[in-house]
């Protein structure tokens, strides 16, 4: 069974962009994942295929509809559907990587690409959309962020990674960074690898990641270190409880 994807957006034919090369696009071509944009226009009756209006209350731009962007998720989840329907949004929860393997673990996911001023709150809520965001900074659409989505949790479906590219050590994957890398040559430009990698001592290449590890951590990120659990309890219901439509 198939991991599969559906994307909403004004812009389909930004898909699958760079989710069609390398692993991403392996794994697609071998039908480990599917991947469908479909464009939130074709929902629209009116002679205009409009999506948007301005904002009640004014301001700058405009505002997706609500009943459009309903429309569009009928449209792309038949009934009993149970797949994660989310809106991705600077004002969502941030993207970590215990939510990634929470929707990888899963069927898959629907992702509703936000653009102009963003869309209608009532629909958010009325479809118990999950609101993420990439990170604090304002793109002009959601389609990267949701290419910057699903490359994280295409990455994880089995099958996917081979036994080259691992999942287990790298970073977040024990709320840490990771540990730094080597390779050939053993010196270069008068800098030479530490010494512990070329010792062939699994026990004490081992302990000495681990503390590179926790020292990186501690001082580029030491958020990290107060558990993920902790902030992602504080921060949402789990999965099944918020894709649950009102
Ligand atoms: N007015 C919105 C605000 O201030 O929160 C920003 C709208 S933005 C120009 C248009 C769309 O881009 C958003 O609806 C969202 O889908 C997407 N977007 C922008 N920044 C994002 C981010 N950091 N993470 C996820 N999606 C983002």
């Known amino acids: 069974m198939s991991w599969n994807a559906t994307v909403l957006t004004l812009f389909p034919g930004m898909f699958p962009g760079p989710l069609g090369t390398s692993l991403a696009g392996r794994g697609l071509e071998r039908g480990l994942w599917s991947l469908e944009a479909r464009d939130i226009r074709d929902v629209t009756t009116d002679r205009h295929r409009t999506v948007d209006d301005t904002p009640f209350g004014g301001g700058a731009g405009m505002v997706l509809r609500p009943d459009v962007v309903d429309a569009a998720c009928a449209a792309a989840m038949p009934e009993g ?70 490359d994280a949790c295409v990455r994880l479906i089995p099958g996917v990674m081979g036994a080259a590219e691992s999942a287990e050590e790298e970073s977040f994957s024990s709320d840490l960074l990771e540990y730094p890398q080597y390779t050939r040559p053993a010196e270069w430009r008068g800098r030479r690898v530490p010494e512990v990698l070329l010792s062939g001592h699994h026990a004490e290449v081992a302990r000495w990641r681990k503390a590179q590890a926790e020292a990186v951590t501690r001082e580029r990120r030491p958020d990290l270190l107060n558990t993920e659990q902790g902030r992602d309890a504080s921060a949402r219901a789990p999965l099944h409880a918020a894709a649950t439509p009102a």
């Open 81 to 150: 559907d149970t797949r994660p329907l989310v809106f991705l949004t600077p004002r969502g929860m941030p993207l970590r990587q215990k939510l990634v393997r929470e929707l990888a673990a899963g069927s898959g996911v629907v992702l509703l690409c936000g653009r102009y001023e963003g869309v209608d709150q009532r629909v958010i809520e009325a479809r118990g959309m999950i609101e993420v965001s990439i990170g604090d900074y304002v793109l002009s659409g959601g389609e990267v962020a949701a290419m910057v989505l699903l």
